[in-house]
């Protein structure tokens, strides 16, 4: 439970002792002291050291060097983590899963502070911190009063490195060549990119200031194949006389895509520390994602049975448990969509922070500000197929996707006039101000050796609109215009040879542009419908007493502490009625919530090598910000009062999901960088949010609304095994290798309230997750091969709230390889995806409904300098 990241995060959790001190802060008692640490064997030990003295539950992942984080960024190496893993996006661990919950049960902090998100919740993309920011990160699976309130099922701490921890001047750089080897399946796609990063440390004024710089570069290329099946009619008609019903499919769609993912990061920090009794620090990080993708889809629409018309346009039907997964159809729709989609992000965090020592007692004081934006557009070349177009299909599961046209979908002839579509540009601020400052001393003659007490308050404010409209060109597209792109797998394609020019040609040099554009109806009301924005204001106040002692012959420490939180928040938005022009509407709720907790280490031996932790506390997690929004698009029936109002909704009055919770676990340090360790952990989850058909009351009326509410919830189980362990005692040269492995095993009974009659599990839920990393490090070599394992789980991966559906299970590989060349010099080696793991989603619960995208390999060659 505890272990850290002992499973060495399995596959890197490199960990330089004064990092994970640095990653500890808030738990480690006394001044860190200065260890240089290189090479795997040395950051997995002083890992376990820092895991053996932390006074909560916690995984731990900290450099194993001065900017050599084992991963391009953070979430690669907090998937690894026991219990942990992650949803995959452009082929990048992104946000992250724990213990059986998704995103919105997690907490993510930046040196403490909360962060701003560029999602329309709150969930933070933890692939936007490069390994050259972030010194580390310290994962707390169990509370404690001074930790910022916020997660359920963990707070994600992440620390960036402190310039007066290091003794002279510090420089990394790093430089890789990246090579995507599924670029040779999409014609136009770039194989190779570049990556740069680097880190610059130092002191001045005889070490009373200390200055650090980081950056990071990645000029990633973003391909992917993707074929999609859209679902299936909600009725069904006998369509092989054999009496039953079978549903017919919607339709289905292809996509292949590239393009550029080009993602930068900066960080600053000054600390001043000109006495013993104060010290000063200021920081700020920045990145930035800028997308542009160039992809082609084929869309084979109108295969549905709607009303029974097209029961005689089907033949040779492939018919699994009264599905049609498979046959013939005469008369289908084809459309080729040749598209543009863009997306910039970025997000900034600035923060002053002091350290003072007034007598016995140590104040901390704290200001910051975070920031996220997120802008995004889908500008989509729309052209349907002349006349009906056969199409034979099969879909049957297990990622088993096949199909062909009637037609040569490559010739543009066959193709009529285009139309662009620009669906949508969107748009997302989050801003988060915050203040916090806390007092600690130590005791004596009492229970407690330390005593701390602080308070908090924050202001954020998030919100989204978009603008959506659709063009007819003003002249006609050239044939000559146009060009056949071929696809491994997939039916030709058409597209523009030249995108941006012919559609400023065609629909005019302003048609990206969403000011000015002429809208239908129907697109101004649902861009205005679709538009909110929410405001948060949170107080906080908590009082901690650090235990340290003897009981029964057995030395003992740990913490007990209460956290007292108050929150005011208002949803805005806009309602419609029976389709009128939408009016503004506002609503939103406050709320109380008392936070205790204590977590207890009792040591077993005088060695303190066997420890039994128990830790209990009541925790909360608040509700995703986007359905906190205020916007109602309402049926009312005027002329008879006695029916209820139906619709959909946001819904402002969201409370926290609560949970009370208990860890045990049990470890023992059995020798240097070794660990044997079992935990298991119970959560009582109430006012668990869910989506679905809620009865309320609005303006004196009976309503029945689609929305988010406040459910019952229920519990959530789990158990999580490490065995870690280095091969010292070996004959050379096996005295290099080492294990890492993890498993953790999570049940809850808790579902969704999607699909009907047959919800899915929990957001998140994972049954088994686990992994391994077999390592050796010796004379200046260096491996790793990392391979994790997750069983399928209900995901959102859209930004719409409630879209769920099943991410099939995933086994990741992932194999590193270095070389010390010289003392300053390090040649490196990397596959990521070794096995080219696929992301497959099911959809509904059936069977045949399945996404299935490839993302491919990924090789990278590289250079890091030390000085």
Known sequence: MKHKKMSWLIATLFTSPLLVQDALAQEAAGDIQQVNVTGIRASVRNALAAKEASNSIVEVVSSEDIGKLPDTTIAESLARLPGLSSGLDRGNASQII????????????????????????????????????????????????????????????????????????????????????????????????????????????????????????????????????????????????????????????????????????????????????????????????????RGLQHWADGLGNWGGTNGAAYSNLDIRN?????????????????????????????????????????????????????????????????GSVPVTWSFTGDEKQDYSFGIDSGNPANFGTPTLYVDTDGHVKDLLNAASVSASRPLDNSIFSRIKVGVRATDREKSYHQTTWTLAQKSPIPASAYETVNVSGYPAFIALKDFDGSIASAFGPDAFNPNGQVQEGWQIQNDQLAGWKVKERSSSAFVQGDLEGEALGKSYRGNVGVRLVHTTQTGYGMQSLNGAAPTAVSDGVSYTEILPSMNLIVNLDEAQQRQLRFSVARAMSRAPLDEMRSSRNLSVNNTDTSQPITGSAGNPQLKPMMANQVDLSYQWYFNKGSLLSAGAFYKKVTRYIAIESDTTTLNGRTATITRSVNGEGGDIRGLELVYQQAFTSLPAPFDGLGIASNYAYTTSNIHEQTPVGNPYPIEGLMKHNGGVTLWYEKAGYEARLSANYHSAFARNPTWGAGQLIMNEAETYVTLNLAKQLTSNIQLRFGIDNLTNQKAVYTSANIPVQQEVTEFGRRFNLGLSFKL
Do not use: C
């Open 98 to 293: 724990a213990r059986g919950m998704g995103p919105r049960f997690i907490g993510a902090t930046l040196n403490g502070r909360e962060l701003a998100s560029s999602e329309p919740n709150r969930a933070v993309r933890f692939e936007q911190f490069p390994s050259e920011s972030i010194s580390g990160a310290t994962v707390y699976k169990t509370q404690n009063a001074e930790l910022a309130e916020g997660g359920i099922a963990t707070t994600i701490d992440l620390q960036t490195v402190s310039p007066l921890k290091y003794n002279g001047r510090q420089i990394s750089l790093k430089a890789d060549a990246l090579y995507y080897p599924l670029a040779k399946d999409i014609q136009g796609a770039d194989k190779t990119a570049p990556r740069l990063g680097g880190v610059y440390i130092d002191q001045f004024a005889n070490k009373t200031i200390g200055a650090a710089v980081a950056f990071s570069y990645q000029d990633q290329p973003s391909v992917q194949k993707n074929k999609r099946h859209w679902g299936f009619n909600d009725s069904g008609y006998d369509l092989n006389g054999d009496g039953k019903t079978e549903k017919a499919p919607w339709g289905f769609q292809d996509e292949a895509r590239h393009g550029k993912d080009k993602r930068a990061s900066v960080l600053g920090k000054l600390e001043w520390k000109p006495n013993s009794d104060v010290q000063i620090t200021a920081d700020t990080y920045y990145a930035e994602a800028k997308i542009k993708e």
């Open 322 to 386: 009264g599905y049609v997964a498979g046959g013939t159809i005469s008369n289908a729709s084809l459309i080729n969509n040749d598209f543009v989609y863009v997306q910039d992000t970025s997000v900034a965090a600035t923060g002053l922070n002091g350290k003072f020592n007034a007598g016995d007692w140590k104040i901390d004081a704290d200001l910051s500000t975070s920031h996220a934006r997120r802008g995004s557009a889908w500008r989509d070349l729309r052209q349907y197929a002349n």
